[in-house]
C-alpha cells in the first residue's frame, strides 16, 4: 500500500527559527513533491525531487532514498511562510498519494 | 512558471443547481488534469483523472453521473457538479500535468473553487 506519513501536525515558531518538516513513505516511490496551500485553499508546487537536495531561497528539501524520508527545511521563517505545508509522492504513475499536511504558524 | 488557472474561486447555490468549474492550463498543453476534492482541514482527495480526448477515469467511490468531467482540449478541463446538494459543498482543485512516460512530472495548481450549496 502506497502511504506518506507527515510530521508534526502542527508546528509554531517565533519568526527566524529554522523550521523542519519531516516525511516518510513507503517503498515504491518514483518521486517526492513538497507543496504549499495558503489560507485562501491554492496551492504551490515547492520542490520535486527523487534524490539528494534542492534548494529555493529559503526552502531546502532533501531526500534520502535509503531511508524512505524526505525533510523540507525553511531557514529564516518569516510570517509569510505560514501555511499547510504537504509531502506527496508518485509511486510509479502520475497520481499523487498525499500526507496529511503540517499546519506551520510562524510568530511575529 | 506554468500557470493553471481555476474558475470560479467562490461559488453559492441553492441546492438542484448544476455547478462547472473550469481549469485552464495558461502556458502549456495539459495532457492530463486532476480534479481533487478537499474537505476542511483533511487532505487532498483524488476524485478523477482527465486526459485529453478520452474519458476520466474515476477514484472508487466518486459518481462519473454526478462529477461529469470534461477534457475537451489540452489546455482546459471542467468539472460539473450536476443537480448540487449541501452535502457536495466543498473545495474543489484541479491540478494540470504533462504525461511523461519516462519520469514524473511536477503537477501544478489551480486556485481552487470554494462551492458552497444552501
Known amino acids: 500500500k502506497n502511504e506518506v506519513e507527515q510530521s508534526p501536525q502542527n508546528l509554531t515558531a517565533q519568526e527566524g527559527e529554522f523550521i523542519t518538516i519531516n516525511c516518510s513513505y513507503s517503498?515504491?516511490?518514483?518521486?517526492l513533491h513538497w507543496l504549499q496551500q495558503h489560507p485562501g485553499g491554492g496551492i504551490v508546487s515547492l520542490f520535486m525531487?527523487?534524490?539528494g537536495k534542492k534548494k529555493h531561497g529559503r526552502l531546502i528539501a532533501t531526500i534520502n532514498i535509503q531511508e524512505k524520508h524526505s525533510s523540507l527545511h525553511i531557514t529564516a521563517s518569516h510570517p509569510r511562510d505560514s501555511a499547510v505545508y504537504i509531502c506527496?509522492?508518485?509511486?510509479?504513475?502520475?497520481?499523487?498519494?498525499f500526507g496529511t499536511g503540517t499546519r506551520l504558524t510562524i510568530i511575529p | 512558471g506554468a500557470v493553471v488557472s481555476q474558475h470560479p474561486s467562490r461559488v453559492i447555490c441553492k441546492s438542484g443547481t448544476s455547478v462547472k468549474i473550469e481549469c485552464r492550463s495558461l502556458?502549456?498543453?495539459?495532457?492530463?488534469m486532476f480534479w481533487y476534492r478537499q474537505f476542511p482541514k483533511q487532505s487532498l482527495m483524488l476524485m478523477a483523472t482527465?486526459?485529453?480526448?478520452?474519458?476520466?477515469?474515476?477514484e472508487q467511490g466518486v459518481e462519473k453521473d454526478k462529477f461529469l468531467i470534461n477534457h475537451a482540449s489540452l489546455t482546459l478541463s471542467t468539472l460539473t457538479v450536476t443537480s448540487a446538494h449541501p452535502e457536495d459543498s466543498s473545495f474543489y482543485i484541479c491540478?494540470?500535468?504533462?504525461?511523461?512516460?519516462?519520469?514524473?512530472?511536477?503537477?501544478?495548481f489551480g486556485d481552487g473553487t470554494r462551492l458552497s450549496i444552501l
Open positions: 517503498v515504491g516511490i518514483s518521486a
Open positions: 491540478s494540470a500535468g504533462t504525461r511523461n512516460p519516462y519520469s514524473n512530472q511536477p503537477q501544478h
Open positions: 482527465s486526459n485529453e480526448g478520452s474519458k476520466a477515469t474515476y
Open positions: 506527496a509522492g508518485n509511486f510509479g504513475n502520475e497520481k499523487l498519494t
Open positions: 502556458d502549456f498543453q495539459a495532457t492530463t
Open positions: 525531487l527523487s534524490s
